[in-house]
């Protein structure tokens, strides 16, 4: 069944190609400052918009620092912040959201009206209010992303696991004397891990621009920290002399947001399994 | 008593992941006002594949190969856009197994009605309420005011489904197509359902395709029942020859394995048919039924039988036997 | 007098939803033989689901005893939807292990019901209807049980498939000395398994008795109205109009729409009353009107 999904997954050209340019672009976030492109942070005001060269590909900006460099060192501050953000939001949403679930009663009244409430917010509102309470620093930052995009994690599995615990397999599990846990960890997770997957994907995207709004607000994060947010704030009052400056940034943001989403389409496609069923 | 349906030799595919597949193959019914004809088969036979040609609704990986369906007289395979749509409209009425889901459950009835009359004519509700509310009292609901103000899900399943007729009754159809209707239902309503059908199709003169997986159901309706299996019809005749001298082998078959009210607990043993059921996928030679045919001989696995009939009784079935 | 294995005292289910109350069960009392099967007939939403669930423990009554002759009595429940009692990304092999944990037994089990051993790794979704209720009927056979609910296992299958999963039941039921509670709305099909025959309206037992005493000598109205609605082909057609009045019954929930109605049965209800030997109605007609 699951080699049905990846081979279903590989035949998907749009997502296989989204897959391919974001695993270069992670790849290259940590491989390209081993070779010597690391310095993000000193001045070199001689060289300041040098020609595009391979030591400089794609120029330098106003202080001399090389743009190449700030963006790869930049990917690990956006992809891998988000990232923990993710992996936060979706280990302790789907948490939540099964217990929540699961169990009904008050705690699924509690959880869904709390989730309710929440998202009633902005999410990016959300999390600047988070980062601004929690407090400052790059773990806080993570950990405001991962909160504001919580609920609608918990949204999404909640259904799902609504869903699941109807069918009457749940119910004969439970005549066969098998604990709570043993449904949730064999029957309900089994269940619900293409929403989950699709869901880390989708949360993912939403981390990412997260990311970058914050760093542009330049809540949790400064300068001259390379996030990609945080530079397209930097350069921002270039815009109309050295215009590079801001759009290579925002190319790398809306590349990665784009490539996620399709990833996270195809991997949806790919999983659905009322698609087996017609086969 | 003109033939309002008449279906000739149609043949249909559908293109799958592995290939063509035959989901029709040479059906030949006709159906003539008045009639209430049943088309009996379980899943997989190919009678939901006939209810979606009928009403032009095929899914896009079908194709009408040949074959002709005549309603009322005017040929409407090929037919498309608009005047698909006023065929449909003025010939065609159609009731769907699940009532619940064929209607919207944010309208009331009366704004569901109204909009289903508007697509033919422009009117206001008080120009047609005494029509509706006829049509309402004469498909069984007493109180036709109240329910025109209600929400499906305030409604019983039973009442649903009337209403389902009702609405395809509207536009005065001269063919009703009867997906299931009474297979959701509970069986008493079923009964009053059924019985609905049949004084309507006396009253209107309306010819009645019911389609059913219930034998007992098609007897309880039908004055004549075509037997699908496979895609075929493998046996065809009045209600009477098809239960007291079943020919083809999956109607015998079949008869003896539906449970009686008129036997007890040991007093009959059912004979289940051994086999899986008929599934396109895995499209063979010869008769579609001889896997599981307890008659069948080395020819039934290489020739396709073909269809026999006299004296209105017909069936597809290769061994002499029989007849 | 045959040993009972199941007793079931005054039990009382009530559902609350924002629509309002819906009583699922009214005091329903009855007893089951070892080795029998008692057929619980009605239409939907007179209860019989939720009876079986709370016999099985899946919910727990509002009031009332479930008593079992032998507390390690085994119970077990077989699904009406075959695709939906299954995990859809278990093996045939492992679903059958939830009950008893043994893979030489699941596959033992699996023959017994009619499958291959090639099926055993095989995915629900590539099993049919027929196939699948095997597969569930083995589940439930694994737990070794005693007793077994049968929550209208065969109206969700084609017809072909059906007679074979009623005949699987009636053989297992011999060999292994199993007694069921069989939930059915298609009065042909209790009629072919069950020794005894319960109808059931509204969350009350309106008649129960021996099947071919229920069936040929209905006692209450509401059996014979629904005896009238089975499709028979060439059977008499024993017509019973029923009147559908607005008035509220406090008593038999059926008053409204019983022909027989008198003025009692809209205040009081009427306890089962025994007709002849262990066939019993709940109408106050049946002493005027009642046997046939």
């Not at chain 2, 009053?192 to 003169?205: G, M, T």
Request: with cysteine; net charge neutral; charged share 25%.
């Amino acid at each position: 069944m699951f080699k049905r999904a990846v081979r279903r997954f590989v035949r998907n050209r749009t997502a296989m190609i989204a897959l391919i340019i974001f695993v270069m672009m992670v790849l290259s976030c940590f491989i390209f400052p081993l070779l010597g492109y690391n310095d993000f942070e000193s001045l070199h005001l001689e060289s300041q918009y040098a020609p595009v060269s391979l030591r400089h590909p794609f120029s330098t900006d106003n202080l001399g620092r090389d743009l190449f460099t700030r963006i790869v060192i930049g990917g690990r501050y956006t992809l891998g912040l988000s990232f923990i953000a993710t992996i936060i939001a979706v280990v302790f949403g789907v948490a939540i959201g099964t217990l929540a679930a699961y169990k009904g009663g008050w705690l699924d009244n509690f959880t869904s009206g709390l989730t309710q409430a929440v998202s009633a917010i902005p999410y990016v509102l959300t999390a600047i209010i988070l980062e601004v309470s929690l407090g400052w620093g790059q773990g806080w930052f993570s950990l405001a992303i991962a909160l504001a995009n919580m609920p609608a994690v918990i949204q999404s599995v909640r259904a799902a696991v609504l869903k699941v615990r109807q069918q009457e397999f749940i119910s004969a599990a439970r005549v066969a004397g098998k604990s709570d846990l043993f449904i949730i960890t064999k029957h309900v997770l089994r269940n619900i891990y293409s929403t989950v997957i699709v869901r880390f994907c989708s949360t993912y995207a939403a981390s990412i621009v997260a990311c970058s709004v914050l760093g542009y607000l330049e809540v949790g994060i400064s300068s001259p920290a390379p996030e990609w947010g945080r530079m397209v704030a930097d350069y921002f009052h270039l815009i109309q002399t050295r215009g590079f400056l801001v759009f290579i940034p925002c190319l790398f943001i809306s590349r990665s947001v784009l490539c996620v989403t399709m990833i996270s389409h195809g991997l949806r496609d790919a999983l659905d399994p009322k698609e087996y069923q017609h086969e | 008593m003109s033939n309002i349906l008449t279906i000739e030799n149609l043949n249909v595919t559908y293109r799958t992941l592995a290939g063509r597949r035959h989901v029709l193959q040479d059906v030949s019914l006709s159906l003539a006002s008045g009639q209430i004809r049943a088309i009996v088969g379980e899943s997989g036979c190919g009678k939901s594949t006939l209810v979606n040609t009928i009403i032009s609704l095929l899914p896009d990986n079908a194709e009408i190969e040949s074959g002709s369906i005549m309603i009322d007289g005017r040929e409407t395979v090929g037919l498309t856009g608009e005047r698909l749509r006023k065929m449909r409209l003025e010939k065609l009425g159609v009731v769907f197994q699940d009532p619940f889901s064929a209607l919207d459950p944010s309208y009331t009835i009366e704004k569901q009605i109204l909009e289903s009359i508007r697509i033919s004519r422009k009117v206001s509700m008080k120009d047609v309420e005494m029509e509706i509310r006829e049509l309402l009292r004469s498909c069984g609901l007493r109180n036709p005011e109240e329910i025109l103000k209600k929400y499906p899900h305030e409604l019983s399943g039973g009442q649903q489904q009337r209403i389902m007729i009702a609405m395809a009754l509207l536009n005065k159809p001269s063919l009703l197509i009867a997906d299931e209707p009474t297979t959701a239902l509970d069986v008493t309503v079923q009964k009053e359902i059924l019985r609905l059908l049949k004084s309507l199709a006396k009253k209107n003169d309306l010819a009645v395709l019911f389609v059913t997986h219930s034998l007992d159901v098609a007897a309880e309706i039908a004055d004549r029942i075509a037997v699908f299996y496979g895609g075929r019809v493998v046996e065809e005749g009045r209600v009477e020859e098809i239960f007291s001298f079943p020919l083809h082998p999956y109607t015998q078959a079949l008869l003896k394995t539906i449970p009686s009210i008129e036997y007890g607990k040991n007093e009959r043993k059912l004979m289940p048919i051994e086999g899986e059921l008929f599934s396109f996928l895995n499209e063979e030679e010869g008769c579609c039924f001889a896997p599981r045919c307890p008659y069948a001989s080395e020819r039934c696995f290489k020739e396709s039988p073909k269809y026999r009939e006299s004296h209105g009784h017909g069936f597809a079935c290769m061994l002499e036997e029989v007849l | 007098m045959k040993e009972v294995l199941l007793k079931v005292r005054n039990l009382s289910k009530t559902f609350r939803s924002d629509k309002g109350i819906l009583k699922a069960l009214d005091d329903v009392s009855f007893d089951v033989c070892k080795g029998e099967t008692l057929g619980v007939v009605g239409e939907s939403g007179c209860g019989k689901t939720t009876l079986g669930r709370c016999v099985v423990g899946l919910l727990k009554p509002d009031h009332g005893t479930i008593v079992f002759s032998d507390a390690s009595k085994h119970k077990q429940i077989i699904f009406q939807d075959p695709y939906n009692s299954v995990d859809p990304y278990w093996t045939v092999e492992k679903i059958v292990c939830e009950t008893c944990n043994d893979r030489k037994k699941a596959v033992k089990l699996l023959k017994e019901v009619g499958l291959t051993e090639d099926e055993k790794d095989s995915f629900p979704h590539e099993l049919s209807g027929g196939q699948l209720q095997r597969v569930g009927i083995a589940r439930a056979l694994g737990g070794d049980p005693d007793f077994i609910v049968c929550d209208e296992p065969v109206s969700a299958l084609d017809v072909s498939y059906q007679s074979k999963i009623i005949s699987l039941l009636e053989d297992l039921q011999q060999e292994n000395d199993l007694t069921y509670l069989f939930i059915s709305h298609d009065l042909a099909v209790v009629r072919h398994i069950a020794d005894r025959i319960m109808i059931m309206y509204k969350g009350q037992i309106m008649e129960i008795g021996e099947t071919s005493q229920v069936v040929n000598k209905p006692a209450h109205p509401y059996t014979r109205f629904l005896l009238s609605a089975v499709p028979a082909p060439f059977g008499e057609k024993k017509q019973f109009d029923i009147r559908d009045d607005e008035v509220v019954s406090e008593g038999c929930p059926f008053a409204p729409r019983c022909p027989y109605r008198k003025d009692v049965c809209l205040k009081n209800r009427r306890m089962l009353k025994e007709i002849y030997e262990g066939h019993m109605a709940a109408c106050y007609n049946i002493n005027t009107d009642g046997g046939q």
